[in-house]
């Protein structure tokens, strides 16, 4: 292979340089934080800081910041909780959710409808969009919380939270979105959005595996769910796990200081490898959204008829360009990508799909690569398919 | 700075048939086959189509196309080679097992949905035998029973998902009488109904 090209950054991230020589060369890095002495202060002071760059990036409160393994369990979390106060009595017992949700929403909503508890799932228009009036039906006086993502994994596709915070707010439930595609991608402000609860993970921007946020608008319901210590305000036992906090807190700096060239970098490469794809492929797709408002910066979610995804992806590997891929094959299951297909694509077109997703580490010449090396395996793939076109 | 190995997704002989398919049904070649099967949906994302020429009893070339994933592919390219210079009884006989273990093994939820070689071949045999006007004795000898008390065997629940007649367990009840006697066969009778009903895409 001439070239190694990894564009699987929405699965996730190479560390930053920057964040590993932060977390290499902390001298504070194996102090318990919870200790009185010099060294357990100096890694509080750590922590602490790291806190502040969360609540920076997220234009929230310290206090509100939570430090989780990752987005999967601040997202099993804010249902946990509400789970709690509907098996207490609470009045509003309904949740609201959409079918494109990461799957450690889907799936805990999943366990959750087996235990008898009620939640709805907003379907969502072709790109994958949340469709407003559909969502506005299923908010009403009983509902508890309403969680919606707010960029997505697969697609990109952007949702309207801070339309649908609004209506969740007017009927006095609690607003959740899972921030973990969007950080680092586009600004993400809790003030502006108006949630009440939002999920992160460091390894998605450039931070350290293990490491994520549950951030928790003071005041909002919210008790603790690891028991066993104070960490954490209490909510969270476990001593602190520096490197990975630290690292977080790092990658959140650089996060907020880079977002604006980092927005429009990942936008071009995203949009120079779309038209190349359409002019030198016949017969694409491209699922999701072209319009930059609608769409994360680095991601093309592109079918090709014809081709399977899982095909694509391993010849892509051996050219040394790394992607994934919604077709089945890949993904263990019988049925492709719940999110093409919950967007209205036919299940062909969804084994077929292939996600590229751009990030720091990539530059013009590894588009340059793809759009040499890819039109001539979908050639390949689809001379020996059975479908013809 | 330490690195680990990484291992391919598949074994070796996966990972040639992948790269380098053998026998494979070129656009615009001139090849006329003596039958032509299909399997495979769209759904279950695999998809195979083979053909075969056909010479005093033995298979003297086949040709296949595969809509699938790796392993789909590299296993009809295996198919193909075990098959070729086979007796048409022989071909008709070759295993989903024996594609995998010439293969080297493949991960155990590949193994049903991406190995339809074998049942395509059998496809391309049976529509060899019908085109000749030969009464196919070969489609009864590869039947197992599945339901003991009432004789059903796994053809005839795959002719019968296959040609419309039968979308699940109470119509195939219906139509065969399966698990009407001691019932044990229940659970058989529902993986291979599901599995057929999953290949024909229906």
Not at chain 2, 23 to 50: H, I, T, Y
Not at chain 2, 116 to 131: F, N, P, Q, S
Request: aromatic share 6%; hydrophobic share 35%.
């Amino acid at each position: 292979m001439d070239r190694y090209v990894y564009l699987d950054n929405n699965g996730t991230t190479r560390m930053a340089d920057e964040v590993v020589s932060f977390i290499h060369d902390n001298d504070a890095l194996y102090g318990n934080a919870s200790s009185m002495h010099s060294i357990g202060r100096q890694a509080s002071s750590g922590i602490d800081w790291a806190r502040g760059e969360i609540a920076s990036l997220i234009d929230g409160d310290k206090s509100g910041v939570v430090f989780t393994s990752g987005a999967s369990e601040s997202n099993n979390t804010v249902f946990s909780i509400f789970r709690d106060l509907i098996d207490e009595g609470e009045k509003r017992d309904r949740i609201v959710t959409t079918t494109v949700e990461h799957p450690a929403t889907i799936e805990t909503v999943k366990y959750l409808k087996a235990k008898g508890y009620r939640i709805d799932l907003c379907p969502v228009d072709r790109i994958g969009r949340v469709i407003l009036s559909e969502m506005e039906k299923l908010i009403g006086d009983d509902t508890a919380l309403v969680s919606v993502m707010l960029g997505n994994n697969e697609t990109g596709t952007i949702q309207p939270v801070r339309e649908i915070a609004a209506m969740a707010h007017a009927k006095g439930a609690y607003m959740h979105t899972d921030a973990t595609q969007a950080i680092g991608k586009i600004p993400v402000s809790v003030k502006d959005l108006d949630v009440d609860y939002l999920s992160l993970s460091g390894h998605k921007f450039y931070g350290p595996k293990g490491v994520g946020v549950l951030y928790a608008r003071p005041g909002v319901p919210l008790a603790p769910f690891v028991h066993g210590g104070h960490q954490e305000g209490g909510m969270r036992a476990g001593t602190y796990n520096n490197q990975a906090i630290f690292g977080i807190g790092k990658a959140a700096e650089l996060a907020r200081t880079s977002i604006k060239e980092e927005h429009d970098r990942l936008w071009a490469m995203r949009e120079a490898l779309r038209k190349g794809i359409e002019e030198r492929i016949p017969d694409v797709v491209i699922n999701g959204s072209n319009d930059e408002s609608l769409c994360l910066p680095g991601t093309l979610n592109v079918s090709f008829p014809r081709a399977e995804g899982e095909s694509i992806l391993l010849y892509l590997d051996l050219e040394g360009i790394e992607v994934s891929t919604g077709s089945a094959c890949a993904t263990g299951s019988l049925e492709p990508s719940y999110v093409l297909l919950a967007s209205g694509l036919p299940v062909e077109i969804a084994h077929g799909s292939v996600r590229f997703s751009f990030g720091r580490y990539n530059t013009m010449e590894d588009v340059d690569y793809v759009l040499e090396k890819l039109p001539p395996i979908i050639e390949r793939i689809r001379n020996m398919s059975t479908r013809k076109a | 700075m330490a690195s680990f190995m990484a291992d391919w997704v598949y074994t070796d002989t996966v990972k040639d048939h992948f790269m380098n398919p053998r026998n494979l049904w070129k656009e615009g070649e001139d090849f006329e086959p003596d039958g032509v099967g299909e399997v495979g949906s769209l759904a279950c994302g695999d998809q195979m189509r083979v053909g075969i020429q056909v010479e005093n009893g033995r298979i003297k070339a086949l040709r296949w196309l595969t809509y699938g994933c790796a392993s789909a592919i590299a296993s009809t390219s295996m198919m193909s080679e075990i098959a070729i210079g086979m007796t048409l009884e022989d071909a008709y006989h070759i295993t989903p097992e024996k594609i995998t273990d010439a293969l080297g093994g493949l991960p155990e939820h590949k193994f049903h949905c991406s190995v339809l070689g074998d049942k395509a071949l059998r496809a391309a045999i049976d529509d060899y035998l019908e085109r000749n006007g030969i009464e196919n004795k070969l489609k009864s000898s590869t039947a197992k029973v599945i339901c003991e008390c009432r004789g059903v065997t796994d053809q005839m629940i795959e002719d019968l998902v296959k040609n419309d007649k039968v979308r699940n367990f109470d119509e195939l009840q219906e139509a065969t009488g399966c698990c009407t006697a001691c019932g044990k066969c229940r659970s058989r009778i529902m993986d291979e109904l599901n599995e057929f009903l999953h290949i024909y895409g229906k």
